[in-house]
């Protein structure tokens, strides 16, 4: 894992009670209540140069690694996740040139992102929503370049933004060639050619600029269109698999959060005599949050890394993280505030009121960049070419190494490798049975206790009974099954398990007799690394939310966990045997 950057933001924003002023809860809390922007919490991260990481290196900037983008933006959404959607939003905005751009746009953009423009994504209308064929945006042809009429709504940064990249319709017939993409530079517009519409009141993120934008025959130049004409949509959902896959980050932040917050209570709450930590059904909550924690982590961590990795694949990759990820976490925060009862409604009484603006703030990750249901959609759509993989065995083992290695070099970044369908299905989930080989193996050899064994060979039974289904499911465009919708949850879930299988492999040392190379050895292992714990906790997890729960005595990892949360530190794969940690939840 990539560390100076994100040790150096850690550091400017401080540790919970000595953070920098502009994060302090109390002050956020105030922002949020008038539903006031962010914006000297934004300058720090502008001082700090986040912006520079929203910009590939080619385009002058300092994106070479995807998973320490998503990192960094975890740390911010830690603290707050209005700054980290307001400020990140910029590398949403301005996706698309560094999929379809050319060099020259790509440098400009770069330069001006760098240097503090900030970047917003003209996608959805007021009529249309999510339905991007639908866009009345246009665009018409002159001899100069173009004219853009129309307008976008419910767009983030619409009104602080300086650059807005829009979706408008170039034909007018539509179609999936009807449109195209523009990068429109406000400050280079004629008096009068756009308003901004006012900001939209949201039940969470309330002091992020989320409004909208009108153009009004607005004279672009040429040199504005991204990409090729007409290819608009393709360039989007390529961009998309990018964007939903670094929103990924925003959970991560929050979890880590409730987490903390769950905690720190369970230590501190003192009820008959005794904490509520003291309590088994208290201590059994707080594990089964860590466990669905590190499963959110271990996804979230091989999809970003798998930008780099298996990047033909992330139209499944992304539609996968960007569906489980957040679901995972808000059920992390739907069990926090069972624990923390009437606290986690308290607004100012009880920490701030962080509990009840984070709840309420993170319910939008599950909607911008496509809602569950449409991601779960994008990934009904390959389940032919997913079941043809799985029975084949196919996989790129090399890809899956890179991805699940957290701390090794990634191969740069290829986006001529991006592509709207996985033609080789999903690599990491059509590697499970070798993975799991492996697992009984390690087992055998004294170096993970057999119950993990036994968990992963369930996993496999059920991995396999489900892409027998997905070989049989039958749709049309317009007629999607319900339990279509189904076997792409249970599929999220595969996916999860089998990450966390390969980065077990791929990160924790090999029992002396195992046959596998040695690594070099560290000072101490993890805790949560030590007799496979994470692992065992997380599958235990991916088992009772397919709809098998473990036993009283299956559950014990979860126990463990909670040891490990109450005496050490939250837990974190962040940290990885022989390495010292990233400090993300303390």
Not at 274 to 298: D, F, M, Y
Not at 366 to 375: L, P, R, S, Y
Not at 385 to 414: I, S
Not at 556 to 581: N, S
Request: charged share 25%.
């Amino acid at each position: 894992m990539r560390r100076s950057a994100v040790e150096a933001l850690e550091s400017v924003l401080g540790a919970p009670g000595d953070e920098h002023e502009a994060f302090r809860p109390a002050a956020l809390a105030e922002l949020d209540r008038r539903e006031a922007f962010p914006a000297a919490a934004c300058g720090v991260l502008d001082d700090f140069g986040l912006n520079a990481h929203y910009v590939p290196v080619a385009a002058g900037g300092r994106l070479d690694d995807h998973s320490e983008l998503m990192l960094l933006l975890r740390t911010v959404a830690r603290r707050d996740l209005t700054a980290a959607v307001g400020h990140g939003k910029t590398f949403l905005g301005a996706a698309s040139v560094w999929v379809a751009g050319d060099t020259e746009q790509a440098l400009r953009t770069g330069e001006s992102i760098s240097s503090g423009a900030i970047a917003s994504w003209g996608l959805t209308e007021r009529d249309h929503g999510s339905d991007l064929l639908a866009g009345r945006v246009t665009a018409t042809r002159t001899a100069d370049g173009w004219l853009l009429d129309g307008e976008k709504w419910l767009i983030n940064n619409a009104t602080r933004g300086r650059l807005v990249c829009v979706l408008a319709r170039t034909e007018a017939n539509g179609g999936p060639r009807g449109f195209s993409l523009f990068l429109v530079d406000k400050q280079d517009l004629a008096d009068g050619a756009f308003s901004c519409l006012p900001k939209v009141p949201t039940h969470g993120i309330r002091g992020a600029d989320i409004s909208g934008i009108a153009f009004h025959r607005a004279e672009i130049p040429h040199a504005a269109l991204v990409g090729e004409t007409g290819a608009g949509i393709e360039i989007v959902l390529k961009a998309l698999q990018l964007t939903r896959t670094t929103c990924v980050a925003l959970s991560l932040g929050a979890g880590d959060t409730a987490l903390r917050i769950a905690v720190d209570y369970a230590r501190e709450r003192r009820l008959y005599g005794r904490t509520l930590a003291e309590l088994p059904r208290i201590r059994r909550i707080l594990g089964e949050i860590s466990a669905a924690h590190l499963l959110a982590e271990a996804t979230g961590t091989v999809a970003s890394r798998s930008i780099h990795a298996l990047t033909g694949e992330m139209s499944v990759t992304s539609a996968v993280a960007k569906a489980l990820v957040p679901e995972l976490v808000q059920g992390i925060l739907d069990r926090s505030a069972e624990l923390l009862g009437v606290r986690s409604f308290l607004t100012e009484e009880y920490a701030d009121g962080v509990f009840a603006k984070l709840e309420r703030d993170h319910r939008v990750v599950a909607i911008f960049d496509g809602n569950t249901a449409v991601n779960r959609n994008a990934l009904i759509d390959q389940f032919p070419l997913l079941a043809a993989g799985y029975r084949r065995g196919r996989a790129d083992t090399d890809g899956v190494a890179a991805a699940a290695r957290l701390t090794a070099p990634l191969p740069e970044f290829d986006r001529e490798r991006l592509a709207l369908i996985s033609q080789g299905g999903c690599s990491p989930v059509q590697s499970l049975a070798d993975a799991v080989a492996r697992i009984r193996a390690q087992a055998e050899a004294g170096g993970l206790p057999p119950e993990v064994a036994d968990l992963a060979d369930r996993i496999k039974a059920e991995t396999d009974a489900l892409h027998q289904e997905l070989a049989t499911q039958r749709r049309t465009a317009r007629d999607v099954p319900p339990e279509a919708f189904a076997r792409a949850e249970r599929y999220e879930l595969c996916y999860a398990a089998a990450a966390c299988l390969h980065v077990w492999l791929n990160n924790a040392r090999p029992p002396a007799d195992s046959g596998a190379r040695p690594q070099a050895a560290p000072a101490e292992e993890p805790t949560v690394w030590h007799d496979g714990l994470w692992l065992q906790a997380c599958l235990s997890t991916v088992l009772t939310r397919l709809g098998h729960p473990l036993g009283e005595a299956g559950a014990a990892a979860y126990d463990r966990l909670a040891e490990h949360a109450l005496d050490t530190a939250i837990p974190t794969l962040a940290t990885v045997p022989g390495r010292h940690p990233v400090r993300s939840a303390s």
